[in-house]
């Protein structure tokens, strides 16, 4: 059995990218999904997320009303199923309300899978300090339209006939400034057997997820791994990093790839292990995948505005995450 694994693992790494995953009633390839989204389409999701409109998004304020009810628009748009009314699942943290956005979309495998997959991206940042705005445009907008894009992705694909064997959720954290509450909120429903599959009813548990895949801050160039390389992506906990560098080249995206934080060893557990929202999963055994490009000297600063950042590159990490996880999943 670990031989026929083994085996189809190479088959799967040899696969040239215009050749479909799985035989389809339609031939439909995994590079037609790049015509899904746009530079332009990133960039309006985080143009809205960053405007004044939004005022910096932090938890429980009208800014992050505003926001919330924007992804859930998106989630809606894309025919993403709630997994509770609004796809809102509130919560409290440190005395104020927050709340995770939920969208499912189903396997279309045939039998139905049971297993399901998780894509993250916190949506909250600092919000409005006295007279000074936060506009949080890479951190954490530029994730939140990374996942909408891979969403869009996703659900393009599955129209056009490609087939799934894990349900995906995708799910907007709400909290992370306030001790990663949302991310712990949404592991506790999953350790509780409390949240359930629209469809069915039936609970969602550990056991039943193989991989989560989290998206913290993707849309500057402002910290590249070698000098003159704007076009980079790290990528942290990664087991299948030889896929990703496979993926990278098969699809003809060649951006520069790191599998740890520029090279050290302690800032890359800090970052996997404890500073963002993966933590908590990883913490309860849960195969976790981080991707950013860095902090900047604009994180958390009045400076990260939405025209600060690169959408073709931001585009290119989006594309690169999708084709991934497309194919991760066949392995898992």
Not at 62 to 77: P, T
Not at 82 to 89: H, R
Not at 241 to 248: C, E, G, V
């Amino acid at each position: 059995m670990r031989f026929a694994s083994k085996i189809g693992l190479l088959l799967l790494l040899l696969l040239p990218a215009a050749f479909p995953l799985r035989a389809q009633s339609t031939f439909v390839t995994s590079k037609d999904a790049e015509s899904a989204i746009s530079a332009e389409s990133l960039e309006r999701d985080v143009a809205f997320l960053a405007d004044s409109l939004c005022g910096g998004r932090a938890t429980a304020t009208r800014g992050q009303v505003e926001a919330s009810a924007y992804i859930a628009r998106r989630f809606r748009s894309l025919g993403l199923l709630p997994l509770t009314e609004g796809y809102f699942s509130s919560f409290v943290a440190e005395g104020k309300y927050g709340r995770n956005i939920i969208g499912l979309l189903p396997s279309s495998d045939r039998p139905a899978s049971d297993r399901y997959i998780i894509i993250t991206a916190h949506y909250d940042n600092l919000g409005t300090l006295g007279d000074r705005l936060y506009p949080g445009a890479d951190s954490n907008a530029s994730g939140v339209a990374a996942m909408l894009g891979i969403a869009t992705m996703f659900r393009a694909m599955r129209d056009a006939g490609r087939t799934y064997n894990r349900h995906i959720l995708f799910v907007a954290l709400d909290a992370k400034q306030l001790s990663m509450a949302g991310a712990n909120a949404l592991w506790a429903q999953i350790a509780a057997g409390s949240l359930r599959d629209p469809r069915t009813g039936r609970p969602i548990t550990r056991r039943d997820v193989s991989l989560l895949v989290n998206l913290d801050i993707l849309g500057s160039t402002l910290s590249p791994i070698h000098d003159g390389r704007d076009d980079y992506l790290l990528s942290l906990g990664n087991r299948h990093a030889d896929l990703l560098t496979r993926t990278n080249r098969n699809y003809n995206l060649y951006l520069d790839l790191g599998f740890d934080y520029y090279g050290s060893a302690g800032f890359t557990d800090m970052f996997l292990r404890k500073v963002s929202d993966q933590r908590i999963f990883l913490e309860n055994g849960l195969y976790s995948v981080m991707f950013t490009s860095g902090i900047t000297l604009s994180t958390n600063r009045e400076a990260d505005r939405a025209d600060t950042l690169d959408y073709d590159i931001l585009l290119k990490r989006t594309w690169l995450i999708f084709h991934w996880t497309e194919r991760v999943i066949q392995i898992l």
